[in-house]
Structure formats: C-alpha cells, structure tokens
C-alpha cells in the first residue's frame, strides 16, 4: 500500500517528494580539549593575538621588550555561553550596543597549574592579593594594558601566562 507522497511511476520506481520529507542533520559539536596549541606564524596568532596584545601596550616600546611563545587558544563552551547568555540579557534590560562593547583584559600567572584552573572554571572574586585598589573580595583584577600586568615591573626573562580575557565594559 503506497503512502500519499509516495507513487510510482511508468517504470515502476517509487517516487518520494523528497523536498516535503529532506531535513539536514544537525551537526553535533565535538568536543575539544580546554587548550589548542596554534603555530606562531598562524593567522590567529598574528593578527588576532599579538595585536590585541601589542594594540593594549601602555608605552609602545614595549613591544621590544616582550617576547611570546607557546600560543594556545582556550576552548570553555560552558563560559562561552554564560558570557553570550550575560550580554543577551543586558540587551534585554535596556543596554544598547554601544554600552556592552568588548574589550580586552589582561591576567598573569606564574604557574600552569592556576591557568588551567581560570580556563576551566572561570575568573572569581579574590584572583589577586594586591589590595591597593580595594578588597579583591570583591571584585576580580584585570590588567588594562598588557604590559602593565604586574603591581612591580616584570624581571628580566621572566616568564609565566598572560591570559587576554574578552570582557564588556560599560561605555556610558
């Protein structure tokens, strides 16, 4: 017994109206490790990364200065989607686009250890002993210019992890 969008024709094949009953798949997300290393010559690094870095630089001979290696690109969809879902409902309560820009923040840390923990679970209240400013209880402490990441300049080859973080600042 044939169905109503199904007949056949003068051969005998069966016709379906295949428009009324095609439906694309979905594409499933798969899933990424938090890190992705990324080349120093590639386009992310070069005109992603190091210019918002370079862009952010306090005193522009900075540049000279500072030196980068082991780009790595941070995979979080969890924070990805609570960043989305907090600027969507900002729009909501009356923020216009100009208000809600992105811009950039800039955190160092010394260990491996306490950047993995911030890509996986996010920036909290009390990142930073430095008190100058206020209680860090209260609030988490970025760096606007990404040589200026430290309260006490950087040392001679020092290293450690600049993690570049996209936040919204509210324009008024």
């Known amino acids: 017994m044939e169905s109503p969008a199904q007949s056949l024709d003068s051969d005998g094949i069966l016709e ?35 210019q918002v870095l370079r862009l952010s630089y306090k005193d522009r001979e900075s540049a000279r200065n500072f030196s980068y290696s082991r780009p790595r690109l941070i995979h979080n969809d969890q924070l990805l989607d609570e960043y989305a879902e907090k600027k969507k409902q900002m729009r909501q309560d009356g923020y216009t686009e100009k208000e809600l820009q992105d811009v950039y923040g800039f955190l160092y840390v010394e260990t491996e250890q306490e950047m993995r923990r911030i890509c996986r679970d996010g920036l909290h209240t009390g990142n930073c002993k430095i008190s100058c400013l206020g209680n860090p209880k209260m609030g988490v402490y970025l760096s606007k210019h990404a040589d200026i990441i430290t309260a006490e300049p950087l040392k001679s080859r020092q290293s450690g992890t600049i993690l570049i973080m996209k936040i919204i600042k509210l324009i008024n």
């Not at 095609?22 to 190091?50: C, G, H, M, N, W």
């Open 16 to 50: 379906i109206d295949t428009l009324k009953q095609f439906t694309i798949p979905k594409r499933k997300k798969a899933k990424r490790d938090l890190f992705e290393t990324i080349a120093s010559d590639s386009r992310e690094y070069v005109q992603d990364i190091l």
